[in-house]
């Protein structure tokens, strides 16, 4: 039972481009939310996070979306560089108590690749 | 600040054999997790420690275990190993949100 999904495998797109990646979950537990990137070899670096009570949040040229209706958020690159290339997973997970969210669920994972 | 540091980076068992992997976190982090990336999959959560205390398990045999320390490293133990179980374990540290990630140790069995 995958609870995080990304359906697109990978992503390619000029630089200087918006880059949008979509995730879908179906945990409605589920409140808070982020976005990971991850180059090879190396551990998932943490990018932007998105609680449940907001529908957008904006980190320079990061911008994540939450539709809670449609369980689906997505983020937005803006202008896309080829250092963006990466692998870029969502995470979601529930509020665990105290100031913990606990454990994240992570999707598959879309493949982006900027060309210069 | 330093990182979330994993060790070893490699690590080559036979099957059969045990691996232990160790994590220190973040300094000021008191939870732990630990993550397993198997070739081609997505990150699947394993365990989860908070101070000093195993909070949540996911869904893998008990071969799989572990352990947190005072000073809040932690230890992966995988007994019996088998060849599906060669891929990057990643440990991951908090406070509270988010999740801060080592580079993970890649272990290989044969």
């Known amino acids: 039972d995958q609870q995080v999904k990304q359906n697109s495998p990978s992503l390619s797109v000029q630089e200087g481009r918006i880059s949008i990646l979509n995730c879908d979950y179906t945990?409605?537990?589920?409140?808070?939310f982020l976005w990971y990137k991850k180059y090879p070899a190396e551990g998932p670096t943490f990018l932007i996070s998105?609680?449940?009570?907001?529908d957008k949040n904006e980190d320079g040229r990061f911008t994540v979306f939450l539709n809670k209706s449609a369980k689906h958020l997505s983020l937005h690159i803006v202008p896309s560089q080829p250092g963006d290339s990466a692998v870029y997973f969502c995470?979601?997970?529930?509020?665990?108590?105290?100031?913990?969210?606990?454990?994240?669920?992570f999707g598959q994972g879309t493949i982006l690749t900027v060309h210069p | 600040e330093a990182g979330v540091t994993q060790s070893p980076t490699h690590l080559i068992k036979t099957r059969g054999q045990q691996a232990t992997l160790r994590c220190s976190p973040i300094?000021?982090?008191?939870?732990v997790y630990w993550y397993q990336q198997a070739l081609g999959l997505g990150l699947q959560f394993l365990l989860w420690?908070?101070?000093?205390?195993?909070?949540n398990r996911g869904n893998f045999p008990p071969r799989f275990s572990g352990r947190q320390f005072p000073n809040y490293s932690s230890e992966l133990n995988v007994n019996a190993l088998e060849l599906e179980d060669s891929a990057l374990y990643l440990c991951?540290?908090?406070?509270?949100?988010?999740?801060?990630f080592g580079n993970g140790t890649r272990l290989t069995v044969t």
């Open positions: 945990n409605s537990m589920f409140d808070y």
């Open positions: 991951a540290s908090s406070l509270s949100a988010p999740l801060h």
């Open positions: 998105i609680s449940s009570i907001k």
């Open positions: 995470a979601a997970s529930e509020y665990a108590g105290g100031t913990s969210y606990g454990k994240l669920t």
């Open positions: 300094s000021g982090h008191t939870s």
């Open positions: 420690y908070d101070e000093g205390e195993e909070r």
